[in-house]
């Protein structure tokens, strides 16, 4: 009870840890479009006062300075989030691996989180299972993909297309890690689904797996 109310407290700090990083990416992009619209004032209004001029650039300099600690912030929120994903996996882990049942917990844990946190994708069970047993290192670089995958997919590397016997769909393989491997695909409804994670050891049972899904 102690360890789940704890992974329960550590999930309601990261959501508001990533509550506080939409919320500086925001500012970050309104502080970007407002210092782009006093540049090009500048340049199509072309000031003639010399002290209006000076005003306009010290306001932009003021902006870019905004910007830069609004950047700053959020990689602080990023690294948050991550010791805390890294706490809450050690946590779910509970040091034994091999045990079937810890795992399920495990997987529950962390498909919960994945749902808390990345409300624009889906993160199947077979996913999850894939990140529990790929290494620490690697589970930070694979929830990378999956940020990017639920903020901007479009930025996402593509590595090549995967298709499988009874899928209509194409399924999409990304690189991460060197070693880390995620096949994600796209519903009709344009939503992104990641469908399996692990490793290039993996890789003959991953595809397998893809080759017999029914999407």
């Keep these: 009870m102690e360890k789940s109310r ?9 959501k508001a840890h990533a509550k506080s990083l939409k919320s ?6 309104r502080l970007s479009a407002e210092s782009v619209r006093m540049k ?3 340049e199509n209004e072309k000031v003639k006062a010399s002290r209006n001029e ?7 300099v003021a902006l870019e ?4 600690k609004n950047i700053v912030l959020q990689q602080e929120q990023q690294e948050e989030i991550n010791t805390l994903t890294e706490e809450m ?13 810890q795992k399920i917990r495990g997987s ?3 498909g919960k989180r994945f749902k808390v946190l990345y409300k624009n994708i889906s993160v199947n069970d077979r996913a ?25 997919p479009d930025l996402v590397s593509i590595k090549r297309k995967v298709f499988g016997k009874r899928s209509k769909h194409t399924i999409l393989e990304v690189i991460f890690g060197y070693k880390g491997r995620l096949y994600f695909n796209k519903g009709k409804d344009g939503r992104i689904e990641v469908l399996a994670i692990g490793t290039k050891n993996s890789q003959t049972r991953d595809l397998e797996f893809l080759d017999n899904l029914t999407l």
């Design 40 to 42: 090009k004032s500048i």
């Design 54 to 60: 000076d005003e306009m650039i010290e306001e932009i």
């Design 24 to 29: 500086l990416e925001k500012d970050r992009k």
């Design 128 to 152: 999850v299972s894939g990140y529990i047993d790929i290494a620490e290192d690697l589970k930070i670089k694979g929830e990378e993909i999956i940020h990017q995958l639920n903020e901007n």
């Design 6 to 14: 704890e992974i329960e407290r550590l999930l309601k700090l990261e």
């Design 65 to 68: 300075e905004e910007i830069n």
């Design 108 to 110: 529950d844990a962390i």
């Design 89 to 101: 996996t050690r946590l779910d882990k509970g040091g034994s691996r091999k045990d079937g049942r």
